[in-house]
Structures are given as C-alpha cells and as structure tokens.
C-alpha cells in the first residue's frame, strides 16, 4: 500500500525519460557535418552564391536555377571516423568506418521562349544524409567515483518496498510498473539495489529511504563505450526562377528524418577491502525515430558578370521524436567467500511517449567571384542561435530544465567556408576550409570544429565525375551519468571522408 500512495503522485513523471536531454538535442539539431555532392564537400560547402549543384541547392534554393539544363546526380562515400579518448589521464583510440549512399537527385529546369522577365524556371527534388551517426567511442581510466553513486543518488528518497519484490511480482513486473507509474529514477534505484551496487541504510527499517554504496572506497577501473549507428537525412523539393538572366530566387520544402541506435556499456572493477560487489556491467539501448519540417528561402544575383552574392533563411526544424530504451545490468559480488553473479534483465522495453524538438533556424550570407571559364573563389558564412533550440514547453520538468539550461549555456554559433575551383581543360582542381564555433558557451564541453577539403572533377560531356575528400576535427568533453557521477571524458574526434559523385547532364 506504502508503495502505491508514493506512487500515485508521481504519475505524471514516469512518462518521461532522463535520455531526453540537451545533448541529444543537440545531436539531432547540430547543423555542422559536411555533407552532400563532391564538389560541394570539395569546396567545404561555400555554395551559397554559386548554386549550379544539387547539395548547393539544399542549402540556397535559388542554387537550382543557375543549372543551364535538366541535371541529376548521385554520391556514394566512405567515411572514417577516429575518437582518441582520455579519462583520469589514461589514452585510449578507437575508430569506425563506413560506405554510405550519401546523395542522390534531380532538378529540371524550363527556359522562356519569349523576352519575359522570367528567364528560367526549375524544380528539384534532393536526398543528403545530413549526419552519419556511425561510432564507436572508448574512455577507460582508473577513477575515485564509482557507478553507485549514480543508483544512490537515483534510489534516495523511495523506501524499500519500492524496490523489493512481492509475492507473484517478478523484478520485470516491477521495473514495469516503476515506469509506468513513477518514472526513470524509480527505474534506475530498482537495478542497483536488486544487482546489489547499493544497500538500504537500515534494511531492516520498511522507512528506510537512503542508500550506502556496495562497491567500497577507492580506486575503480571503468570502462565507458558508446557505439553508435543510423543517419540523419533531408529531402529538399524546390522551386526557382531566374529572373532577366540577373537575380535568382528559390523556396525549399524540407521533410527531415532521424533513425538512430547507441549502446552505451559500462564497466567497472575494484579491489576495494570495504567492497561486497566486485565488478558491474551497466548497459543502455536507445533507439530514436523522429521526422520534421523546415522550409528555405533564397536568392542570388549577378552585380556583374563575375561578382555574385547570395543569400539564404533557413527556418526553424520542427521535430518529432520516438524514443525506446532496453536496460540490462549484471554484477559479481562476495557474500560468505562465495563468488556470485548477478543479472538483472528486466527484458522490458521501455516507450515513452513522443515530444517535440524545435532546433535553430539560421542565416547565411555569401559572395563569389567566377574567373570567366577558369575557376571562382567563393565565400559564406551563416549563424545559428543554439539558445533557441528548445524542447516540448510545459509538458515535464525534465524539459523545462532542459529549456532553461539551454538559455543560459548555448550560444550563438557562425560558421566560415571558403572554396575556390580552377579548371584545366576537363579536369577541376578545387579546394576549401570551414570554422565552426562551439554550440556551447564553454568550449571545453564543445570546442571549435576546423575542417579543410580537396577535390577533383573530370567532365566528359554530359556526364561528370567527382571525387573529394575532407577532413575535420573537434575535441569534446562527455559527463558520462547525468547524476551522482560527474566524471567527463575528453574525446578528440577525427573524420575523413571520401565522397564520389557521377552527374548527368540531359
């Protein structure tokens, strides 16, 4: 009965999920991967005065009105993501590959017959994966905090009987009704005191509702690996005309997509004198589905025959987002010299219900310059309040403390890219660089990410082949709970990608 008026008033808590937080949010609405077409990665995305490319065409709809006839295009890319993780001083590298099929597309594009002042009309449609979510990430160090604080911290303030079984009652029935009836923090006490990370104060008090930890005091070697996979994509239908051959104007509806997984496994070991559990084995399965809308705004004029300048709105990202989460921990612990393993799998699938996620629109300024048949040089750069990034308002308390985090830690964040390209008969020679800031006001959790890119191009005609490569680098810290355990990882993350793309003039 105890169990049952606690719970009661804690209804409203248990449809919500501590994985919905800032850093997933920021994972979905994070807008600083290169992506696309070859020759725009090649040019490290500096597109936004030029146009003329389908990827350029995702990002200033006018770019679909500079193509001089019907066009469609796809890319296929490897990409070779590196993670050198630090933890309590102790190196550790560990890497992912992938192939992908990163773009395809067409655009048509129908010329007046007669002196209108519209000159061209387009229409495109455009698939990018916008971000691969392909990783696998390792901090292993020897720590003076153990995993159990983050159950202590999670289980104080709910009596035993929370967390013991009853008559009939499996521990999946009670995780169960936990979720369904309390929420995560109920979820998570449940797993440390039936795997025996933490024991009651009093066990023998039905009261009691604080928690000591079971691994001891001092040293404990942790393992923390996060594999990651899925994509985030974007489908562009566009609209564009050319106006008395000078100005161009274009409009993007955009249909988004996230399909994501991440297990996170930890691990942990001590020799503690004080210690009744050895080691613990913590894992996590996030699944996530969500899909959004966003529309773009652009243009592009001619000044003069070489100088061009663009300019582009991208609205807001309206998301909405699935998430799923499967739990399982396992300990080994001492009891009268015996040697026992424990594995707690409540084999229950946790769903919670959908929300909402608005990420930051942004604006994008740019300029080029076209050497005639030669090359061009090409610049743009675009800002993006992170601030605005928001959550569902007034549904959960987790939410609202999300939104006011994200008010005061996120930031502004502008971004460089340079490109330029020279042409030598058939062949492109072309190269670029991008700066991007930090989301975050504290750079240490979110650094600055550097990229640079190469590229070549070979046209025959009507068909054109790209090939590039970029690179790009960014170091980030991680708090691996988000309470009771407040130690961070630092990860410097490393990606080359190779891209191909084989274009169709028709």
Not at 41 to 51: K, P, Q, T, V
Not at 221 to 242: E, M
Not at 256 to 273: G, K
Not at 388 to 409: C, K, P, T, Y
Request: aromatic share 12%; net charge negative; hydrophobic share 35%.
């Amino acid at each position: 009965m105890k169990r049952i008026l606690y719970t009661s008033a804690l209804v409203l808590g248990a449809l919500f999920c501590d994985a919905q937080s800032v850093t997933d949010g920021l994972l979905y609405g994070q807008q600083d991967d290169l992506y696309g077409t070859a020759r725009y990665r090649a040019l490290s995305g500096a597109f936004g005065a030029l146009g003329g490319d389908l990827s350029a065409m995702s990002q200033n709809p006018a770019g679909s009105a500079i193509f001089s006839n019907h066009y469609a295009s796809f890319s296929i890319g490897y990409n070779d993501k590196q993670n050198r993780g630090s933890y309590f001083g102790t190196v550790t590298d560990s890497d992912e590959q992938d192939l992908n099929f990163g773009q395809f597309g067409g655009v048509l594009v129908f010329k007046s017959i007669d002196e209108s002042l519209l000159t061209k009309f387009s229409i495109g449609l455009n698939y990018d994966n916008t971000r691969n979510y392909d990783n696998n990430s390792i901090l292993r160090g020897v720590a003076d905090t153990s995993i159990s604080q983050y159950f202590i911290n999670n289980a104080n303030g709910f009596t035993i009987d929370n967390f013991e079984t009853q008559r009939g009652e499996s521990v999946s029935d009670l995780y169960r009704f936990l979720g369904e009836q309390v929420g995560f923090d109920a979820q998570q006490g449940l797993l440390g005191f039936q795997a025996f990370v933490i024991n009651p104060v009093d066990p023998t008090d039905p009261n009691n509702a604080s928690y000591t930890s079971a691994t001891g005091t001092g040293n404990f070697t942790q393992i923390s690996s996060l594999s990651s996979a899925g994509s985030q994509s974007k489908t562009s239908f566009n609209v564009a005309g050319q106006f008395a051959n000078r100005w161009s104007i274009g409009l993007n509806l955009n249909g988004h997509f996230i399909d994501y997984t991440r297990l996170d496994r930890f691990t942990e070991a001590n020799s503690n004198v004080d210690a009744s559990t050895r080691q613990v084995d913590f894992e996590n399965l996030l699944d996530v589905n969500g899909s959004g809308f966003s529309f773009q705004i652009g243009a592009i004029g001619n000044i003069t025959e070489s100088l061009r300048v663009g300019a582009t709105y991208e609205s807001p990202t309206w998301y909405d987002i699935e998430e799923t989460l499967l739990q399982e921990i396992s300990t080994t612990r001492v009891e009268n010299g015996q040697s026992i393993f424990e594995d707690v799998r409540p084999d229950v699938l946790n769903v919670y219900l959908p929300y909402n996620l608005r990420t930051p629109g942004s604006v994008t300024g740019s300029i080029a310059y076209v050497f005639g048949t030669k090359g061009l040089l090409s610049l743009d750069y675009s800002s993006r309040d992170y601030s605005n990034l928001e959550f569902e308002n007034g549904v959960s308390n987790n939410f609202d403390q999300n939104n006011a985090f994200i008010s005061q830690n996120l930031q502004r964040a502008n971004t460089l890219r340079i490109g330029g390209e020279y042409r030598i008969e058939r062949f492109t020679l072309r190269g670029g660089f991008r700066q991007v800031d930090s989301p975050y006001q504290d750079k240490t959790i979110i650094g600055d990410l550097t990229g640079y890119s190469a590229g070549l191009g070979y046209n025959w005609g009507n068909t054109v082949l790209d090939i590039s490569y970029d690179y790009a680098q960014r170091d980030s810290s991680e708090q691996l709970f988000s309470g009771g355990v407040t130690n961070r990882g630092f990860l410097q993350t490393t990606q080359h990608n190779v891209v191909a793309t084989l274009g169709f003039n028709f």
